[in-house]
Nanobody, 125 residues
Framework: QVQLVESGGRLVQAGGSLRLSCVHN????????MGWFRQSPGKEREFVAA????????AYADSVKARFTISRDALKNSLFLQMENLVPEDTAVYYC??????????????????WGQGTQVTVSS
């Protein structure tokens, strides 16, 4: 059974930093495209960042570019999201996602096959 488990979300003040982690149990995910998405109450799930399995690097939503960094550690079967200079608009449940194959980065929810349960990030003003 595929599992993706996020952690690291908490309440933080504006301007602060957080590091989210996602541990998975599928070794192939280390070379598949993986991403972070977020969802606020009443809003659709939106793309945050993705890291490609084919070496094209990372992709980011414009709203987080230069503030967030996605990375992964194959030895730990883990995906990370380093978030800096947080603003209240970053408040959301953050989800880790994986595609079932390697390929280009994708910002589309429907192109990811596996999802974690989410971790809550709350940024106070």
């Amino acid at each position: 059974q595929v599992q993706l488990v996020e952690s690291g979300g908490r309440l933080v003040q504006a301007g602060g930093s957080l590091r989210l982690s996602c541990v998975h149990n599928v070794r192939n995910f280390n070379t598949n495209t993986m991403g972070w998405f977020r969802q606020s109450p009443g809003k659709e799930r939106e793309f945050v960042a993705a890291i490609s399995g084919i070496g094209e690097g990372a992709a980011y939503a414009d709203s987080v570019k230069a503030r967030f960094t996605i990375s992964r550690d194959a030895l730990k079967n883990s995906l990370f999201l380093q978030m800096e200079n947080l603003v209240p608009e970053d408040t959301a449940v953050y989800y880790c996602a994986a595609r079932s194959y390697s390929g280009r980065n994708s910002p589309y929810v429907q192109e990811y096959d596996y999802w974690g349960q989410g971790t809550q990030v709350t940024v106070s003003s």
